[in-house]
């Protein structure tokens, strides 16, 4: 069975600076994806970043980044130029391209930024 | 459309109480998954449909909890009897078939049983 693990329960960072979240899983598939969501205080889930598995290049959006290291299985989000409005819950999350489209979460890392 | 409809918003019931939870998922979409947040365990996935067919229910915790998927438009978790150890957050969310596309999340219901 696939895990997400994030190793990282609380993170801080500095107003205006780079913050990197880890998330690790395990799985024997090949074909998959892999999603970075933000959960502000609201409960709101947002989607920020996708990655598919056979894409070599690291997905970006705006000051949101990944570095996908698919041997390693490391699926890490860099958040450039922190903003106080980024601070919330960051999940990871795995989709199976076999297993039905099974979508499964790590634990969350919650980042706080302080001015 | 309106997103995914989760309702109530908060339940605090009391031990022993039967508790349902409802979702409407975004018309069209094709999966239905129900999650569970709490601080200890982040997003577990409790169970998810396909078609309204339950396709994975390993994450269902005890027999106490049961949900069901009458047709595109609806489903429900319910848990009977409940125990204080079920409060949390219970999440529904919905997408496409396309496992690349994203899932979209309600709300979610806070659940506290006393």
């Known amino acids: 069975a696939q895990t997400v693990t994030q190793s990282q329960p609380e993170m801080s960072v500095q107003e205006a600076e780079t913050v990197t979240l880890s998330c690790t899983y395990d799985t024997s598939e090949s074909d998959y994806y892999l999603f970075w969501y933000k959960q502000p205080p609201s409960r709101q889930m947002i989607l920020v970043i996708r990655?598919?598995?056979?894409?070599?290049q690291n997905a970006t959006e705006n000051r949101f980044s990944v570095n996908f290291q698919k041997a390693a299985k490391s699926f890490s989000l860099k958040i450039s130029d922190s903003q106080l409005g980024d601070a919330a819950m960051y999940f990871c999350?795995?989709?199976?391209?076999?297993?039905?489209?099974?979508?499964?979460f790590g634990q969350g890392t919650e980042l706080s930024v302080k001015p | 459309d309106a997103g995914v409809i989760q309702s109530p918003r908060h339940e605090v019931t009391e031990m022993g109480q039967e508790v349902t939870l409802r979702c409407k998922p975004i018309s069209g979409h094709d999966y239905l998954f129900w999650y569970r947040q709490t601080m200890m365990r982040g997003l577990e996935l409790l169970i998810y449909f396909n078609n309204n067919v339950p396709i994975d229910d390993s994450g269902m915790p005890e027999d106490r909890f049961s949900a069901k998927m009458p047709n595109a438009s609806f489903s429900t978790l319910k848990i009977q009897p409940s125990e204080p150890r079920d409060s949390a957050v219970y999440f529904c969310?919905?997408?496409?078939?396309?496992?690349?596309?994203?899932?979209?999340f309600g709300q979610g219901t806070r659940l506290t049983v006393v």
């Open positions: 969310a919905s997408s496409l078939m396309a496992p690349n596309t994203e899932a979209f």
């Open positions: 990655q598919e598995a056979y894409k070599q």
């Open positions: 999350a795995y989709r199976s391209n076999n297993q039905g489209g099974k979508l499964i």
